[in-house]
């Protein structure tokens, strides 16, 4: 590779690359798209999860709901209150 400077366009941006190592950096990080949104689409599965269960969880009777609560709080405790 050569000592020369050169430019990687994105967009308007203009970027010197000058070492390899900055390129085989950009390149570890252009490959990271996939798994960037993979966790992205993980992350909106998991809220969406959450909302259906917050939206279930409202649905129910208030003494069952205080009951699933207490159990919850038991098995994460250990002791009831």
Known sequence: MSARAEAAA???EVMNVSDELEIRQLL???R??????????????RLRRARDAQSALAQLP?????????LRRIELDGAPR
């Open 62 to 70: 208030p003494d069952r709901l205080r009951a699933a609560i207490e």
């Open 28 to 30: 570890r990080d252009a």
């Open 10 to 12: 994105f967009g308007d």
């Open 32 to 45: 990271d798209e996939a798994a960037a949104v993979a966790g992205i689409e993980d992350g909106v599965a």
